[in-house]
């Protein structure tokens, strides 16, 4: 936070009007979760402790959860894909609306000082973003990285944003929002033979959170976790995403 901005006055703006907000630029990160959380559908107290999903009963519905071969410990989730929130992500990824990754970015990092603090974390990587020919037009979850390794000023977070990234994405894969579990399934085996991880050492070992902005199944963080585990001597992945896809009952 620079010196030289002068403190805010007044209540923030409230999520989405983030952009206006002159918090944005001179307030700690935990004023923005705090703020942004008024207007997010909350994570519900009985969610699954795997993959933070809805529970009607005791089981969770999400197939992932009670695979044998899961190897992602945890998918954390800031909130629930519903409301501004659902509408915001989408405008960063597909509508050109890239200043969201400093919003994004100071959530990730409130997150992570309010609710990560029990659990060592030896690096915090981006599911990564293939931007060549077919590809996404930016790297949208490097971004957020690269915004909350900047808003994190006491360097607390061991954000991974030197090049090249732990862990790459180096060809274009099928693209799984809005399909079954079956095509899921499908595009995280593609997306595992699409990764690579140019210095093992830097993996090696260690306990990792991989960030992305949403997770309907989780099937794609697994894969990574999988990846990362088992070609890269992870020690323990886990996740964490601004929202949560929501089942709710029919």
């Known amino acids: 936070m620079a010196a030289s901005l002068e403190p805010p006055v007044g209540p923030p703006l409230g999520f989405p009007k983030c952009p206006k ?3 944005l630029r001179s307030g700690p990160p935990h004023t923005c979760l705090q ?3 008024a207007s997010f559908e909350g994570i519900a107290v009985n969610s699954c402790p795997i993959c933070n999903q809805m529970l009607e009963g005791s089981d969770c519905p999400n197939w992932l959860c009670s695979d044998p071969t899961r190897r992602i410990a945890k998918i954390h989730a800031i909130a629930y894909s519903s409301g501004p929130l659902r509408k915001t992500i989408l405008n960063y990824k597909y509508d050109g609306r890239t200043g969201w990754s400093l919003i994004f970015g100071r959530l990730l990092v409130a997150w992570l000082d309010q609710y990560a603090q029990s659990g060592p974390i030896d690096l915090i990587v981006a599911n990564p973003t293939y931007v060549g020919d077919g590809g996404a037009p930016f790297g949208h979850t490097e971004r ?16 991974d944003i030197d090049e090249p990234r732990a ?5 274009a894969t099928t693209k799984s929002a809005g399909h079954g579990a079956p095509a899921k399934r499908t595009a ?7 990764l690579r991880i140019p210095d093992i050492e ?13 997770c309907t199944t989780g099937s794609q963080l697994d894969a990574v976790a999988g990846f990362l585990i088992d070609e890269g001597c992870a020690a323990e992945v886990a996740g964490i995403v601004l929202a949560r896809a929501p089942w709710r009952q029919r």
């Open 21 to 23: 907000c002159s918090y």
């Open 35 to 37: 703020c942004a959380a």
């Open 144 to 159: 957020v990285i690269d915004a909350a390794a900047k808003e994190d000023v006491l360097g607390e977070w061991p954000f």
């Open 167 to 171: 862990v790459l994405k180096v060809i």
């Open 188 to 194: 995280a085996a593609e997306l595992r033979s699409a």
């Open 202 to 214: 830097r993996v090696r070992g260690k306990r990792i959170l991989i960030y992305d902005d949403v």
